[in-house]
């Protein structure tokens, strides 16, 4: 327990709070009631800010109508305060139904057959929904007149209370969600969802979490604010308001806890005290501020801040492949030993797209431990069928299985909790995280405990970002991450794409070692002759989306047929 603790909540990370308190425990013995206010204000907007944060800036969910939540909140408050009601129970009741309706929302605009714009229209409906019926229910809300909601706590004593709340909201959903298991799967399908999910992340699950937790952030934020602000009016959950918190985290930087509080404490107090004496030309002004973040620094201010202290050594990037054999290192899984059931396996399995077909009755089964190359000339089909397998095309007609488990209409990430891994032709990784990170990502949902690698030495490394390795450098670490992952089937689309010669033969040794000593099955497409001789124990033979012949290396090339379809001989 204390070990998992120190893990989660390091030095830093505690001195960081720790001084955070201390500052907004000073606050009112140096400054004067109005600067206090705005301070105030600045906190609620900024807990306003990072709860969009956590679902914008955390796990790529866009929301251009979030003031919905933040309106549900106040005016649970308000409503309240109007009827004689403890505000807490007000404002617990606006982040049940805020944290509901988002529910609602997410299973409809994060639906596997939704487009990437549905959540944004619907959050966006949303809001004018919520404004509107803020304005038509003159019985609850007092319509356009708002309600007044009076603190009884003074200047100092409502700003203490919602410093109070404010930090422990922060910290509490740092340490629970940030930190964890949570945070990471935020980070990953926000960064690259193709990985994410062939790691058994389920994307959808995940943003949908992200989204409720966001809204209920947001909402407690609106519960806090009423007294803050003191006028609940249809504004507070309107598209101005939704316009304004997105404008805050732009400006300050998203997926970074102070980015939300820098941009939302700019923008308020700039408001507040530029704003009566600017008037319209204020709006213009940031208008121009939004724009040039938006251009010089799209990852805001707090961003433009790390990318000036960030010294990326890009000296090993630039080098050569990081690839080399695994040697003796490796030991079998004790699962995978003996086991006579197939590893994976297809049966009569077609797949077209649209009027043209691809595959046309494929049937193949890998045992543990074997090594299979899918050969053909282009347009044979292997691709695709590499997909079928993975569960990013679902077949017309026939069954995938994996260890004797019918899989056809599961997805990726389903397949992946039943030990199917998967590398592509282009390398897919966390480009905006470092070596390390992507390793711990793909650990941290690993299935078996990672085979010991040299491999993974070489990645152990926070100075530079994956976007700064070199394309052979890439792949090692695309491979690394799936190993240390520790799938029993592994799935691979031309893996040496764009290695040098010695490269490739090296990256085919270590994958024929990989497969003999942990008794992982490898299906391999594959162009290179020298490659495939290299690694294969069976070649299959693809051609027109049928299976042509398939044997050893040997026997496919003495073949007749094999010589006419894809080697190009008569």
């Not at 929302?105 to 004018?128: I, N």
Request: charged residues 15%; glycine residues 12%.
């Amino acid at each position: 327990m204390t070990a998992s603790l120190g893990r989660r909540v390091g030095g830093g990370h505690a001195l960081a709070f720790v001084g955070a308190a201390l500052l907004l425990a000073a606050a009112p013995f140096v400054l004067l009631p109005y600067p206090l206010t705005l301070l105030t204000l600045a906190l609620v907007f900024g807990l306003f800010a990072f709860g969009l944060d956590l679902a914008w800036g955390r796990a790529g969910v866009v929301s251009i109508g979030h003031a919905a939540f933040f309106g549900l909140g106040a005016y649970g408050s308000a409503i309240a305060a109007a009827r004689d009601v403890p505000m807490v129970l007000g404002g617990a009741a606006g982040v049940g139904i805020a944290v509901l309706v988002a529910l609602g929302v997410g299973l409809a605009g994060l639906g596997r057959r939704a487009l990437p714009s549905t959540m944004a229209v619907l959050t966006l409906a949303l809001t004018l929904a919520m404004s509107q019926g803020a304005r038509s229910w003159t019985w609850l809300t007092n319509g356009t007149n708002g309600l007044v909601v009076l603190s009884d706590s003074g200047v100092v004593g409502t700003y203490y209370r919602t410093a109070a709340i404010v930090l422990v909201t922060v910290a509490l959903v740092w340490f629970v969600v940030l930190r964890g298991a949570l945070g990471r799967r935020f980070v990953a399908i926000r960064i690259n969802e193709q990985r994410a999910e062939h790691l058994g992340i389920d994307p959808r699950r995940t943003k949908i979490v992200a989204f409720l937790i966001s809204a209920a952030v947001s909402a407690l934020a609106g519960a806090v604010a009423a007294p803050v602000i003191g006028l609940v009016s249809p504004s507070a959950a309107g598209i101005v308001m939704s316009t304004e918190v997105l404008v805050w985290l732009a400006v300050g930087g998203l997926g970074t806890i102070s980015g939300a509080f820098l941009g939302a404490g700019l923008v308020t107090i700039g408001d507040q005290l530029l704003g009566d004496v600017l008037g319209s030309w204020y709006l213009l002004m940031m208008g121009v501020v939004f724009l040039l973040v938006v251009r010089f620094a799209p990852e805001g201010l707090v961003g433009l801040a790390r990318a000036a202290l960030r010294r990326p050594l890009r000296e090993r990037a630039a080098g050569g492949a990081l690839l080399e054999p695994v040697g003796a290192s490796l030991t079998p899984r004790p699962a995978a030993a003996g086991s006579s059931e197939p590893a994976i396996g297809a049966r009569d399995v077609e797949k077209g797209f649209g009027a043209v077909p691809v595959i046309q009755g494929v049937d193949l089964t890998v045992a543990p431990g074997e090594v299979v190359c899918l050969i053909g000339p282009n347009g044979a089909g292997k691709t695709t069928f590499l997909g079928v397998l993975a569960g990013e095309h679902r077949p017309e007609r026939g069954t995938i299985w994996i260890a004797g488990d019918d899989v056809t209409t599961r997805a990726p990430h389903e397949r992946a909790r039943r030990g199917l891994g998967r590398m592509f032709q282009i390398p897919s990784v966390f480009l905006d995280l470092t070596p390390r990170q992507n390793l711990a990502i793909a650990r941290s949902e690993g299935l078996h405990p990672p085979v010991p690698l040299p491999l993974y030495d070489r990645f152990d490394s926070d100075t530079m970002l994956a976007r700064d390795l070199s394309l052979a450098d890439r792949r090692a670490l695309e491979l690394a991450m799936v190993l240390s992952w520790g799938p029993e089937i592994l799935l691979l689309d031309e893996p040496a794409a764009g290695l040098s010669h010695e490269d490739s033969i090296e990256l085919a040794r270590t994958l024929r070692d990989v497969a003999e000593r942990t008794g992982c099955s490898l299906v391999a497409v594959e162009h290179d002759m020298e490659i495939v001789r290299e690694m294969a124990d069976r070649v299959v033979v693809l051609a027109d989306g049928r299976i042509l012949v398939e044997g050893s290396m040997d026997e496919i090339s003495a073949h007749d047929e094999v010589r006419r379809a894809y080697l190009g001989v008569s």
